[in-house]
């Protein structure tokens, strides 16, 4: 048996995070400003499933200066979302194949309902999804492979994952799986090697 692992951002869904960043700053009258160390721990947090929606929320009114509720999040990320057309061949490829489809995402529950509010039905056709909120745990952190690995049932060479970010693909192949860096300098070097794992 043969998995396919996808990472979501900047892999299957690519987002424009100045937006976000210019939208906190129009709403609350202020110029746009970096994020900061707490924003990016927060951000963490509830990707981690250790902030609820409500509590990242309140979190962004107060230091930002804005007067959100959960729906104002919602309809900003479902603005700043777009499809990766790369990622997106190979995972309805996939799909369509023999290959047992999953995602391994750091990723909010906010994120995949904008995400299915965007294209319904989106995660349709795999067969499993692997959230970081679910997990209670972000990559790198090499936790969050060996609880995938041990639900998969399969050694990490049976796994196929594409990443963005070169930490996470690290600590994948560290785990074992056949891991490779998703980015536009190596879409067709990772589809390549795809076709190769697959057999397509």
């Known amino acids: 048996m043969k998995i396919f692992l996808f990472d979501i951002g900047n892999v299957l869904t690519n987002f424009d995070f100045p937006r976000l960043l210019q939208a906190y700053a129009e709403d609350a009258g202020r110029p746009v400003s970096a994020q ?3 924003d990016d721990h927060m951000y963490n947090e509830v990707e981690k499933g250790l902030l609820s929606e409500e509590e990242y929320v309140a979190y962004l009114n ?3 200066g804005l007067n959100w509720t959960t729906d104002n999040l919602h309809e900003i990320w479902q603005e700043i979302f777009s499809l990766n057309k790369t990622g997106n061949r190979l995972f ?3 799909k369509k194949s023999d290959a047992h489809v999953y995602t391994l995402s750091n990723i909010a529950d906010y994120h995949v309902r904008a995400i299915e509010n965007n294209w319904n ?3 349709e056709g795999t067969t499993g999804l692997f959230f970081s909120y679910r997990m209670g745990v972000r990559k790198p952190d090499p936790r969050i492979y060996e609880m995938a690995l041990e639900e998969l049932g399969v050694p990490g060479e049976q796994c196929f994952f594409i990443d963005d970010l070169e930490e996470n693909v690290q600590a994948a192949r560290a ?3 056949q891991a490779h860096r998703f980015i536009p300098e190596t879409y ?3 589809e390549k090697a795809a076709h190769q794992f697959f057999g397509w």
């Open 36 to 38: 900061t160390a707490m």
């Open 62 to 64: 107060e230091a930002k």
């Open 92 to 94: 309805d490829k996939a």
């Open 121 to 123: 039905g989106y995660f």
């Open 175 to 177: 785990s074992g799986i």
């Open 188 to 190: 067709a070097e990772v």
